[in-house]
């Protein structure tokens, strides 16, 4: 077997920021080889800013629907006898509007992608279509065990009323509207609210081609928005809430708990721990639960974020009989982690994963655009990701055993469990 070795250096380019002459922010980021070219409009609006449900995501999904000038299927044509790809989401806090092309054709691309998000018309059949898809998906996975779980966990640590504990129903697909959509689209999609990525072989041309499209005059209804301040979290009132599924071949096993924000001088620290306890393939809870037991194909642990927020999740499927004996041994691991102080070589294992995960994550020129948009859409530092390895190479054993006494607080879990038990 190979020695292994840590990695000596880490570095993720950073981009090059250029204000255009209405005010938005562009990030280059010339990095490739290929004439290839990915364009990204973040714009900062998500589910935290929707006076509806579903009203920030069919926002953004009807946009590739119609615009004053083409009809879906149009867009649809040219995107695709140009070679070009189109990704249209939404998350808590942001929108995103993701264009790759070849460079040769840019120019015909951006074009389509600048008249999708400056001049939609949210045609009231293709909204009809869409929201039917969406409403079909949404039954199918209102039987999944594992959703159950997973938007139950949410709605018993933040509450019903905030917005992170709210999902929408099926009679949200039904009362969407046309107009719901053109209002939260007067609201928040404009120049002074949308910040540009671009990466890949970035030319002259492109550059140019962008300043023309998005650059030159504001567009939409400008205006400084104001960012709305979250409620805080209800927290949860029981320490067990069972989901009962009849016809369950299995139970989803959801526990969570809040945890240090982003902006926490722990935080980085915690992801370390939290990679010890469950976040990757030999993690504790997957050689116990999973190697040693049996009880499940899989089981992980994560550190979800949110603004303001975040909670460490442990997730999931099992028998309906080997739920308890998964509780159990999860506990016991927690209690593990903060008595008995972890070997070398597993510290070790866990660093260089780490470090490797980084490096894969952000190996080429066009997702390099991912780690600059999670700096942004998070809030974070520029130095994140070099405090994020400092944080990997400095982390001892008895540190982690300080942050698992600090944070891992069994009676401040709360347990999900979905399922035929």
């Known amino acids: 077997m190979p020695a292994i070795n840590c990695i000596a250096e880490f570095d993720i380019k950073r981009p090059v920021r250029k204000i255009l002459h209405n005010g938005i922010v562009l990030n280059i980021l010339d990095t490739g080889k290929e004439d290839v070219v990915r364009l990204d409009l973040v714009m900062g609006c998500g589910q935290v800013d929707q006076k509806f449900p579903l009203q920030a995501m069919m926002t953004n999904r009807m946009l590739r629907e119609g615009t004053a000038h083409m009809t879906s299927a149009q867009i649809a044509e040219k995107l695709d006898?140009?070679?070009?790809?189109?990704?249209?989401?939404?998350?808590?806090?942001?929108?995103?509007?993701?264009?790759y092309s070849l460079g040769k054709f840019f120019g015909h691309t951006i074009k389509v992608l600048a008249e999708m998000v400056k001049e939609p018309v949210f045609p009231e059949r293709e909204l009809r279509i869409v929201t039917e898809t969406n409403k079909q998906m949404y039954l199918v996975n209102s039987e999944r065990v594992e959703v159950m779980a997973r938007k139950r966990l949410n709605v018993e640590l933040f509450g019903k009323e905030h917005p992170l504990g709210r999902y929408a129903e099926l009679d949200d697909y039904d009362?969407?509207?046309?107009?719901?959509?053109k209002d939260f689209y007067r609201q928040n999609y404009y120049s002074g609210n949308c910040t540009i990525f671009v990466a890949g072989k970035v030319t002259d041309e492109v550059l140019g081609y962008i300043d023309e499209c998005f650059g030159d005059d504001a567009w939409g209804h400008n205006r400084v928005k104001e960012r709305m301040a979250l409620p805080e979290p209800r927290g949860f009132k029981e320490k067990r809430v069972t989901i009962k599924k009849n016809d369950g071949m299995q139970s989803s096993v959801k526990i969570g708990m809040f945890m240090p924000d982003r902006m926490h001088k722990d935080f980085l620290d915690l992801r370390v721990m939290n990679t010890m306890l469950g976040g990757y393939f030999g993690s504790r809870l997957m050689k116990n639960i999973r190697e040693d037991k049996g009880y499940t194909y899989g089981i992980a642990s994560g550190i979800v974020s949110y603004p303001g927020n975040s909670i460490l999740v442990i997730?999931?499927?099992?028998?309906?009989?080997?739920?308890?004996?998964v509780i159990s041994e999860v506990k016991n691991e927690i209690d593990r982690m903060k008595n008995e102080k972890a070997a070398k070589e597993e510290l070790d294992m866990v660093k260089n994963y780490m470090i490797g995960d980084i490096c894969r994550a952000y190996e080429n020129a066009l997702s390099i655009s991912e780690a600059w948009i999670y700096v942004l859409?998070?809030?974070?530092?520029?130095?994140?990701?070099?405090r994020s390895v400092e944080s990997i190479r400095n982390m001892s054993e008895d540190r982690i055993m300080e942050l698992a006494n600090r944070y891992l607080d069994w009676d401040r879990m709360v347990e999900v469990v979905a399922g035929n038990i």
Not at 81 to 96: C, E, I, K, P, T
Not at 175 to 181: A, D, I
Not at 377 to 386: A, E, K, L, S
């Open 81 to 99: 006898f140009y070679g070009a790809w189109l990704d249209l989401s939404s998350s808590v806090n942001s929108g995103f509007i993701t264009l």
């Open 175 to 181: 009362n969407l509207s046309v107009e719901m959509l």
């Open 377 to 386: 859409t998070t809030g974070v530092d520029d130095d994140f990701f070099d």
């Open 315 to 325: 997730s999931t499927e099992t028998d309906n009989g080997y739920v308890e004996g």
